[in-house]
């Protein structure tokens, strides 16, 4: 006989309550980080331990007294002091064309290291690379400087799993300028981000060595690389330094901001509107083809993020290049019929909700039910009503309005005008039905001619479609007032 686990448990609190520890001397520094079974950090701040229980100051509302402490300064230093000094530094220091054409150049490299590195290889892993790949993925990368591969993948993970939501590190719901920059300029709270699985970061020896030597790394590709290959080349060390170094990352640091902000405000959802993420070709210009966002939210392991021939993603065409180099391999692409079954149940839903501002008229199932003898009564005391295909129409105000003449429409008041209306005097065109559906105002007991159609049809129910709101929808050619059958329709189920 075992005593059970929580009564063991139990025991065991209670014994080890009773022992003092022995006083310590107060230890300033901070305690070692967790990791969690997923593979992530949970983060602890440096704080001393006596203060360890204090609110994260992004809890505390922003005062005169206390908003400097929400300014994340370190980060403040990289991305803007540091750019204000490279423009004043410009003013001073005229442009080489070579210097230029470097600085251009290094630029389309360090956000390949971003987009196709950083973004597409190690965050979503829509592809795999071979070791020299992704060296000098790194190496580009270091140069954006935007952090290490660890820490911007985790991030972005995080902005995936948690899109528009508080655990989302930039999310759009929060303000453009928010979404843009100000979550980096701006102190989080760690952990508040929503935590993602990066055990598969840490098995790569590439992304473990940036991540350690990341600082040397960053200083070295963002500002000593382009120093020195403009002054050893031409001469214009100063000029490599503010417009190959300084000026380049401030740029390409703000078109990776733009994925986070424009993609996420201005365009089309093509594929899913539940979520901000869109596609727009501006945004696409700017970010070297990450501007199809909201397929790319859709479909984030294909290595695409532009499926059409025509649209810009740089790069998309380097990951195919580098395949056809042997450098690149395992380019995950989502079939193409999954991708337009998205686009068609989108266009789908843009049309239900469409469709529910028009008026069709009063739904069958919410008018009155009127015998013969009483519609005929109604017809003869001056109101304009005619029955056709079971349901019964007041055309009192159309009658003057009737493109055939007031005295045909005249001769169909108080009778059933079913065949009259379907070819035996004219076959009215489909807005004709549509038009009359907005006329209803009962069903005739017992419909008529048109239950000479509907007894015919399986369990003698007429077909009902509805959309995605529980709306009916009714196509061309399938009104009620046709006493055509409908011909059966295709659809996903029958298959």
């Not at 300014?71 to 991305?79: A, D, E, G, P, T």
């Not at 892993?125 to 992704?134: D, I, M, Q």
């Not at 539940?274 to 727009?280: A, I």
Request: aromatic letters at 14%; a positive charge.
């Amino acid at each position: 006989y075992s005593r059970p686990s929580y009564i063991q448990d139990s025991r065991l609190s209670y014994l080890t309550s009773n022992v003092k520890e022995p006083k310590m001397a107060l230890d300033t520094k901070s305690p070692a980080a967790t990791t969690l079974n997923d593979g992530t950090t949970d983060y602890v701040p440096m704080r001393k331990r006596n203060n360890s229980k204090e609110p994260h100051i992004t809890e505390q509302p922003i005062t005169w007294g206390n908003w400097y402490k929400h300014v994340n300064w370190l980060n403040c230093f990289f991305i803007l002091f540091i750019p204000f000094l490279g423009c004043v530094g410009a003013y001073w220091t005229p442009l080489q064309l070579y210097t230029g054409i470097f600085a251009v150049v290094y630029y389309f490299n360090a956000g390949l290291g971003i987009t196709a590195g950083y973004h597409r290889c190690w965050a979503h892993r829509c592809y795999k690379a071979t070791l020299p790949l992704r060296i000098y993925l790194a190496a580009a990368g270091a140069g954006a400087g935007q952090g290490s591969i660890r820490w911007w993948s985790r991030g972005h993970r995080s902005h995936h799993r948690y899109t528009d939501t508080e655990k989302d590190p930039y999310s759009v719901q929060k303000g453009f300028w928010y979404s843009h920059i100000g979550w980096m300029v701006m102190k989080q709270n760690p952990k508040r981000i929503g935590r993602t699985d990066v055990t598969d970061l840490d098995a790569d020896a590439v992304v473990v060595w940036q991540h350690t030597n990341y600082i040397k790394s960053a200083l070295f590709m963002c500002l000593v690389f382009p120093t020195v290959v403009c002054g050893l080349g031409w001469g214009d060390w100063l000029g490599g330094f503010v417009y190959g170094g300084i000026l380049r990352v401030f740029f390409i640091q703000q078109a990776t901001f733009c994925v986070n902000s424009l993609a996420h405000w201005i365009g089309e959802q093509p594929f899913d509107d539940r979520n901000s993420p869109r596609d727009h070709i501006i945004t696409a210009f700017i970010t070297l083809g990450e501007g199809y966002h909201n397929f790319h939210h859709e479909f984030p392991s294909d290595y695409r993020n532009a499926i059409e021939w025509w649209q810009y993603d740089p790069t998309k065409w380097s990951i195919w290049v580098w395949k056809q180099l042997g450098l690149a391999y395992d380019l995950k692409q989502f079939r193409q019929n999954e991708i337009e079954k998205g686009r068609i149940q989108q266009l789908q839903k843009k049309l239900d909700q469409k469709r529910s501002t028009l008026d069709w008229g009063i739904p069958l199932d919410q008018l009155p039910v009127m015998d013969w003898d009483d519609f005929v009564a109604e017809a003869k005391n001056g109101r304009a009503l005619v029955t056709i295909g079971g349901v019964i129409h007041d055309i009192t105000g159309f009658i003057k309005e009737h493109p055939g003449g007031k005295a045909f429409i005249s001769s169909a008041v108080g009778k059933d005008a079913t065949a009259i209306f379907n070819g035996g005097v004219y076959n009215h065109s489909n807005a004709a039905h549509n038009l009359l559906s907005t006329m209803r105002v009962a069903v005739l007991r017992g419909g008529c001619e048109v239950e000479i159609w509907k007894h015919s049809l399986p369990d003698g129910k007429a077909p009902m479609l509805t959309d995605s709101t529980g709306q009916r929808i009714v196509r061309a050619g399938d009104q009620v007032t046709r006493t055509a059958q409908p011909v059966p329709m295709a659809s996903a189920e029958a298959r």
